[in-house]
């Protein structure tokens, strides 16, 4: 904080502050041209994002479907219908008659056994309702694994990493699929492509895996066991999660100082089950040491102590063998891809609605349905069209649960058919109602002339849809006008020179308003005249007026009514004659879409290509003179210019700094000498009053 004035009486901050001000001059100009510099750039990076978006329509109109849009039309929606594409060509169809539709093999179990008239619940475990559903020889004592392997290109053979006591339950109970597709399982004879062997805990596949394959592999073991310590624990274990549900045996070992036993399931209430001691004879530890929730596997220990009550003891080793009620069956499927052979498992936990899941959700391609009311399941192919095996079958079932819980033993096929008819009198099938030729999608709805039911032939017609062409090169001479406006507003804009950028101190003077309107003022006619724009506005003019060998009538695109304005000062703008245009593109359409989109090197190289190497060629320069907005400075012109403005403000602004010290220094000097000589004034005055 400086204070000056005391001696002299003068207001020495204003007088600093005015000199600094006149000192400030260049450094303000440095500011406004910073200033200047960044609206600049702006400018620039505004007009480049709309030159970007219209390049993309030009990367678009490259596109054939812009010029070659199709109308299709039937005599006849309610029997046939059809959309069609920009790669049709024109022509009709009829369709005569249809004999058949297309339909998906559908096998339907019988009604569910129930006993005591108590109905199935669908939400169930259906292990909880064995007293309800058939499921005699439907469990199995076993546990269900599943395993995700990585494939390495050239892999042949990989291996289930069993443990030295695992055993598979059943060598083909497996279900193997490779990157999501299913293979099929052999037993007797090598695989071949497609499938997979299991020998001694290793997949062997027909053909060889691709790089980064992902095997994923569910299967049934005999039995697991696994093991712990309570070392690990500061106080004796009180539970232990085996991580298996719906369990069917189990037998625990216990291991340790003091410590001796081998406890098994006993007496069960309500998925409860009591672990007693195997031997009847509690030797170094009680007959009962806890229990088991079979449902979810979570054992809760009692303990070894007198009480039963002091939990494990540490450092106790436990091993756990047990086994879970599960089962698993097969659907085979005939399929446009082959036959699918798909096992799915599932656990006493399980209910109907998860099994239905799985299967739904499986690669066998059938929907699995449950009506409550007909206390049925179907299962429905989810292809349409014939695919029937040798004994005339698309799905077959195997397992128990399907042929004995849900009746599906002496169910039979209906449906898996193709769709029959007569297209341009050629007698024919397809396996889907809705199939595509030449371009042209056909959806049969409904049978007709099949029993001398009188109904005229279907017609398909396939024109040119002509407005739809039209409307595309509308909104591209759209597009093409709004970008020549932009450029032609810059180019054109007024530059008002007295209007330079405001200092701080000239904001201080202003409203928000006023700041406002001299700033849009001072922005204004900043790429007046600026040779990149007016050169790429050049050069999209002559592209637009430009002739093009088609081979066809029209050779410019003021023949099919595309022309410039009679107005000069809107700088090259197009206008249409929309019926002309019209015209043209019916009477020559491939001549209407060379003009625009030829891709030839020369002379038949199309208005559009010619237009997207201009824009292309005129962005680049736009971008060397003022960069993306990732771009930094050192890479664009302008930030190369703003970066030396940069440097010339920092060292002026050191500049005046040292100057603001150097007047406060000589005022403070100038106090000094006035408050010195004040001094003697008194000093003489007091000796002449003396006097």
């Known amino acids: 904080m400086r204070i000056a004035g005391l001696a002299s009486g003068m207001d020495i901050e204003s007088m600093v502050k005015d000199l600094m001000r006149a000192e400030r001059m260049p450094l303000d100009k440095l500011k406004q041209k910073k200033q200047f510099l960044e609206w600049q750039r702006d400018d620039y990076r505004a007009l480049n994002t709309k030159m ?355 009746n599906f033993e002496k169910s039979s096929e209906t449906g898996g058919q193709n769709a029959m008819f007569t297209i341009n009198g050629l007698s024919t099938e397809r396996s889907t109602n809705t199939f595509q030729m030449s371009g042209v999608t056909f959806t049969i709805k409904q049978i007709f002339n099949k029993d001398n039911v009188d109904i005229q032939p279907i017609s398909i017609s396939i024109a040119n849809d002509t407005n739809q062409v039209f409307e595309n090169i509308k909104a591209f001479v759209t597009q093409y006008n709004e970008l020549i406006a932009e450029i032609n507003g810059k180019l054109n804009e007024e530059r008002y020179r007295s209007y330079k950028p405001l200092t701080d101190d000239e904001r201080e003077e202003l409203s928000d308003k006023q700041q406002e309107k001299w700033e849009e003022m001072a922005k204004s006619g900043l790429l007046k005249g600026d040779p990149v724009l007016s050169s790429v506005l050049t050069n999209m003019r002559l592209d637009m007026s430009s002739v093009v060998e088609t081979n066809g009538l029209f050779k410019q695109l003021a023949t099919i009514g595309i022309k410039t304005t009679a107005n000069y000062l809107e700088g090259g703008k197009l206008e249409i004659d929309e019926a002309k245009l019209k015209e043209a593109i019916e009477k020559d359409p491939q001549s209407v879409e060379n003009l625009f989109r030829g891709d030839g090197t020369t002379s038949d190289r199309g208005v559009v290509h010619r237009l997207y190497d201009t824009v292309d060629a005129a962005m680049k320069k736009l971008q060397e003179r003022a960069g993306r907005a990732t771009s930094t400075n050192q890479q664009f012109t302008i930030g190369r210019e703003l970066d030396n403005v940069d440097k010339g403000i920092t060292r002026f602004e050191q500049k005046m700094k040292l100057t603001e010290d150097r007047y406060w220094r000589q005022f403070t000097a100038m106090e000094k000498a006035i408050q010195k000589a004040n001094q003697q004034s008194m000093y003489l005055m007091q000796q002449f009053g003396g006097l």
């Open 52 to 406: 970007l978006s219209f390049r993309d329509k030009l990367a678009n109109l490259k596109l054939t479907p812009n010029y070659r849009a199709r109308t299709v039309t039937s005599s006849n929606d309610t029997y046939v219908s059809a959309t069609v594409t920009s790669g049709a060509s024109q022509a009709s169809y009829s369709i005569s008659k249809v004999e058949q539709l297309a339909s998906a093999a559908v096998r339907v179990g019988g009604t569910l056994t129930e006993i005591d008239n108590s109905k199935i619940d669908p939400a169930k475990s259906l292990f909880d309702q064995q007293d309800v559903l058939n499921m005699i020889d439907v469990w199995k004592d076993g546990v269900v694994e599943t395993k995700n392997l990585n494939g390495k290109k050239g892999d042949k053979i990989l291996s289930l990493n069993l443990g030295p006591d695992e055993k598979l339950q059943i060598p083909n109970e497996i279900s193997v699929k490779v990157n999501g597709q299913t293979l099929k399982v052999v037993t007797d004879r090598e695989p071949t492509s497609g499938e997979v062997k299991i020998e001694n805990g290793e997949l062997k596949f027909g053909v060889e895996l691709s790089q980064d394959s992902t095997v994923k592999v569910e299967y049934a073991l005999e039995s697991k066991t696994k093991s712990i310590n309570t070392k690990e624990n500061d106080v004796a274990l009180g539970g232990w999660n085996l991580g298996v549900s719906s369990i069917s045996t189990l037998s625990l070992t216990f291991t340790g100082e003091g410590v001796s036993g081998t406890y098994i399931l006993g007496e069960e209430k309500d998925g409860i089950a009591q672990l007693i001691n195997a031997d009847g004879d509690a030797g170094d530890g009680p007959l009962k040491i806890g229990e088991i929730n079979l449902a979810t596997g979570v054992i809760t220990f009692e303990g070894f102590g007198a009480d039963g009550k002091d939990g494990i003891p540490p450092n106790t080793e436990i091993e756990a063998t047990f086994t879970q009620n599960y089962s698993s069956f097969g659907i085979n499927t005939q399929t446009s891809k082959g036959e699918i052979q798909e096992t799915i498992f599932m656990t006493g936990n399980d209910t109907l609605n998860n099994v239905i899941r799985k299967v739904n959700d499986s690669s066998a391609g059938v929907t699995m349905y449950y009506d409550s009311f007909a206390n049925q399941v179907s299962l429905t192919r989810k292809e349409t069209g014939d695919y029937k095996d040798g004994a005339g079958n698309e799905i077959t079932v195997s397992g128990n649960f399907l042929l004995k819980t849900l």
